[in-house]
């Protein structure tokens, strides 16, 4: 008995798609175990299936050398697998507490869980509050409770499907030590991820999927990121072209002194925050997760009011008081982070969340009330094909596309309206290298064509590749925006810490 | 061995359509069990109950009659569920309708052309609209749960129907009776003969044509309009509404006017035919009982209109198992009650599947 885990040639369709074919994993105790492939390369119905939530179509697993069924998560569970999905199962409304005992097995008592839980997440490093409502957590903050969730339970094997795509460059850092101890200990760990330089660090093996298909298995040590890439992609990757030019033109959005109060006793209060992004030009602004992100994103798209109009300007026109609707008939287009349940309505299909953020835009889709299913599929065809979204039906419900995929639509639908301004959070959030370099370039290339472009990540590798300008948000502040090219990560991270609060309250006192 | 809930990977699309169906066979044979119970030859007592409604033309009619406020209510009510705007008071809302519709015969009882049927219709669906305004004011102005607000204004309105009849409107030549003057004339609905007599007449009243006519329009709403859209997508996923512009506060006042106006039109229709003047008992229930409909019929204005039907014979077979089997007409409440409970209970099996687990879990277990 070698691994603990063995899927073999294990197949799944859905409808006339071969999502796995054939796909063989083995996985011994105590291995980092990663496990790449595109966007709808079929990672997450293999590791669902591992986890008793999907049934495969044909083959078998074994667990510790034993062939095995596993009929539901609960039955996963109890042989020793936990995981951390890429799309939560959280309830908004419960405490983290409430929500970690939900998944405990038989009776508990909350007082002692949450001390399990205090003293899981510090011996981690995965810092959380018991008694947070999870409503106001950030994703970043969200994803911890599923790790400690999983953490609490003793796993032998953990999947993890995308962790790290959501954290900031710290965090990442807190998790590798995390998995890196949790190996030691003789865990073994099914890693998903499409950042590929982390996964050379960390992982002791690499499976690699292709269509459904394994096509190899490597030890990533020995390979390069542009390597491994290659193998998943089977070509190059495209370089992402900013091409900076100075040739920046009017202010499309400014942002004058923006406040807006917390709603919640976990969310950030925005303190002053001015920007001003010019046509032709990517500002980004970087930042911790949970440092203000969201409720920016609310106040600008329009999600939340502003106390005064002035507070935000598009194209010079004060907005604060409009709703999203007048912004986006502005010209202006919104990417939030979360995209199930956010972005799109899951139950829907494509077709059907084109109408979601375009219904007042444009005149095609509603006719005197009535929407139009024929305009909606036409513009959401186009997206899928100018931003290569891979599904296995013509029209299907958004939750059954891959992460990456439903990331392309949900950006794409909005690039397709040539925006005169885009605010756009976590862009390329769980999107595959090649995906990414196309969605990347698609927001150079709308900045260039004299649009202003926001955008608001926490990937620095992505904020230097497409950023003319960079702030820092820390706190709910905002630092100045400095041009890209007198920056470093070294010097984000001392704004991240919060070098600009001191600044400005020296300011404030000398005033 | 114990049975357990199994949370399913993905929604079945089966169950979803079969559960209305097992929930009513369910219904039927605990019906057939307390029948049993009683002494009573379970099948034959099914079939007056459930059968023999539909026998006579006499019967279809009354069918008709009472299907047709189920059905208004239950689709107003399944669009506002749709949209998580839990109105639960529609009994409430028929009374104030029929309440404030009154008040034109009440008043002019000399009033008669043909805008008095007009008005009072309108006054119907604003009485309705007005007393379901109520709790929807308080949810968005101080966030209070419009299940409880909205339940109780029932009681709260009904009582003062109450009090009206027995004092201020009560009708002088009336014996001391908590009745208002009879309506005549143009205060009463026009009837229109459905299927001529050589099949055997059936007559309806305006109020039918009112129920088909919201059902279609509100199946045509949900179906094809942006308002449609707006209400499904808060119902399903409130984030997503509020990043696409809807506002929720618009949409809690929408439901409860359109469920309420509704529920008022019922109201003045029932006072306007079957019952003929204001009095306490206007309505069988048919406020709650609507609640049941709108969830048979899959919160669909067309699936109300179906669950209508099968609510209304339960009604009408109360009417008939009391005549011929001697039981109490509350029989049929028992009934409704069973079926809601039934369906509630079956619609978990969209999202769960039942297993049962041995005292050796094994292999048997695998594959469900
Ligand atoms: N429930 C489902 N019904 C139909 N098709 C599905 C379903 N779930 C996944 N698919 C399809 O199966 C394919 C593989 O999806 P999967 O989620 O496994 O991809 P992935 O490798 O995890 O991609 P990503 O990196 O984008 O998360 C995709 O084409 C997806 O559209
Ligand atoms: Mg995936």
């Not at chain 1, 799944?12 to 996985?27: E, P, Q, R, S």
């Not at chain 1, 200990?185 to 002791?204: D, N, T």
């Not at chain 1, 900076?244 to 002194?257: C, N, S, V």
Request: hydrophobic share 45%.
């Amino acid at each position: 008995m070698d691994y603990l885990l063995e899927a073999l040639h294990v197949t799944k369709v859905f409808g006339t798609l071969k999502a796995n074919d054939g796909v063989t994993l083995k996985v011994k105790p105590g291995e980092i175990h990663a496990f790449l492939g595109e966007n709808g390369a079929g990672k997450s119905t293999l590791v669902k299936m591992i986890y008793g939530a999907l049934q495969p179509t044909s083959g078998e697993f074994r667990w510790m050398g034993k062939a095995v069924t596993i009929p539901s998560p609960a039955a996963a569970r109890k042989l020793g697998i936990g995981m951390v999905f890429q799309h939560f199962s959280l309830f908004e409304a419960l405490t983290v507490a409430e929500n970690i005992a939900l998944a405990m097995p038989g009776a508990f008592d909350m007082k002692k869980l949450s001390g399990r839980i205090a003293r899981v997440s510090r011996d981690y490093g995965l810092p959380l509050e018991p008694t947070a409502v999870v409503a106001d957590l950030s994703v970043g903050e969200r994803q911890r409770i599923e790790i400690v969730r999983c953490l609490l339970q003793e796993p032998k094997l953990l999947i993890m499907d995308e962790p790290t795509a959501v954290l900031t460059p710290q965090e990442a850092d807190q998790l590798f030590i995390t998995l890196a101890r949790l190996a030691s200990e003789g865990c073994a760990v099914i890693y998903i991820s499409h950042r590929l330089e982390e996964v050379k660090r960390l992982c002791h093996n690499a499976t690699i999927l292709r269509h459904g298909k394994v096509v190899a298995n490597v030890d990533p040590t020995r390979e390069t990121a542009a390597s491994l890439a290659k193998l998943m992609v089977g070509g190059d990757i495209h370089v992402v072209k900013s091409a900076r030019e100075d040739q920046r033109g009017a202010t499309r959005l400014k942002l004058d002194r923006l406040r807006l109060s917390a709603d919640g006793p976990f969310a950030v209060e925005l303190r002053n925050v001015s920007l001003d992004v010019k046509a032709g030009e990517v500002v980004a602004i970087a930042g911790v997760a949970g440092n203000g992100q969201s409720e920016l994103f609310d106040a600008v798209s329009g999600e939340r009011s502003l106390a005064q109009a002035a507070m935000l300007l598009i194209d010079g026109k004060p907005m604060g008081h409009d709703g999203v609707n007048a912004r986006r008939n502005a010209g202006a287009a919104f990417v939030p982070e979360e995209r199930l349940g956010h972005g799109a309505v899951p139950a829907f299909t494509l077709s059907q969340n084109v109408v979601l953020t375009r219904h007042s835009s444009d005149g095609a889709l509603v006719k005197s009330g009535m929407v139009s299913s024929g305009g909606a599929s036409g513009v959401s065809q186009r997206v899928i094909k100018d931003y290569d979204v891979r599904k296995g039906k013509p029209d299907p419900e958004a939750r059954s596309l891959s992460g990456g995929n439903l990331q392309k639509f949900v950006v794409g639908r909005e690039l397709d309206r040539r925006p005169g301004v885009l605010v756009i959070n976590q862009p390329t959030w769980g999107v595959d290298a090649g995906a990414s370099a196309t969605i990347r370039q698609a927001i150079v290339d709308l900045a260039r064509q004299g649009s202003a472009v926001l955008v608001i990540s926490q990937d620095l590798d992505e904020i230097f590749e497409i950023a003319d300008r960079i702030a820092v948000i820390s706190r709910g502040q905002l630092s100045e925006a400095y041009p890209a090219s007198d920056l470093t990560p070294e010097k984000i991270g001392l704004l991240m810490a919060g070098a600009h609060e001191r600044k400005e309250m020296a300011h404030a006192a000398r005033a | 061995m114990r049975l357990v809930l199994e949370k399913r990977a993905e929604a079945s699309g089966r169950m979803a359509i079969l559960s209305p169906v097992i929930a009513i066979a369910l219904t039927l044979i605990t019906g057939g069990i307390i029948f049993a119970l009683r002494g009573l030859n379970p099948f034959s007592a099914l079939y007056v109950f459930f059968v023999e409604p539909l026998t006579t033309s006499w019967s279809i009619e009354q069918l008709i009659v009472k299907a047709a406020p189920l059905a208004m209510i239950g689709a107003g009510l399944a669009v506002s569920y749709m949209a998580n705007v839990w109105n639960i008071g529609a009994e409430g809302q028929l009374t104030a309708g029929a309440i404030v519709g009154s008040a034109i015969p009440v008043f002019f009882p000399e009033f008669q052309s043909p805008p008095t049927l007009a008005l009072m219709l309108s006054l119907g669906v604003i009485g309705g609209m007005a007393w379901a305004a109520i709790p929807a004011f308080l949810k968005n102005r101080f966030g209070t749960n419009e299940i409880l607000t909205s339940l109780m204004l029932v009681y709260v309105i009904q009582l003062a129907l109450d009090w009206l009849v027995r004092g201020p409107w009560r009708d002088p030549k009336g014996y001391n009776f908590p009745k208002t003057i009879a309506f005549s004339d143009w205060q009463l609905l026009p009837q229109f003969q459905l299927l001529p007599p050589s099949v055997g007449p059936i007559y309806i009243n305006l109020g039918a044509i009112f129920a088909v006519a919201a059902v279609v329009a509100l199946a045509f709403m949900m179906g094809r309009t942006l308002k449609g859209y707006e209400l499904r997508v808060q119902g399903i996923a409130p984030r997503a509404g509020r990043f696409a512009g809807f506002s929720r506060e618009k949409t809690v006042w929408f439901c409860f006017l359109l469920s309420g106006g509704l529920a008022g039109l019922a109201g003045i229709c029932e006072v306007m035919s079957t019952v003929g003047q204001l009095q306490p008992g206007i309505s069988p229930s048919y406020g709650f009982t609507a609640i049941i409909v709108a969830f048979l019929g899959r919160l669909n204005p067309i699936g109300a209109l179906v669950a209508a039907f099968a609510l209304a014979i339960s009604y009408l077979g109360g009417e008939s198992a009391q005549v011929a089997l001697g039981i109490s007409d509350k029989t049929a409440r028992v009934f409704q009650g069973v079926l809601l409970f039934y369906i509630l209970a079956c619609d978990s099996l969209i999202l769960y599947r039942l297993k049962i687990i041995g005292r050796t879990p094994g292999p048997a277990e695998a594959k469900a």
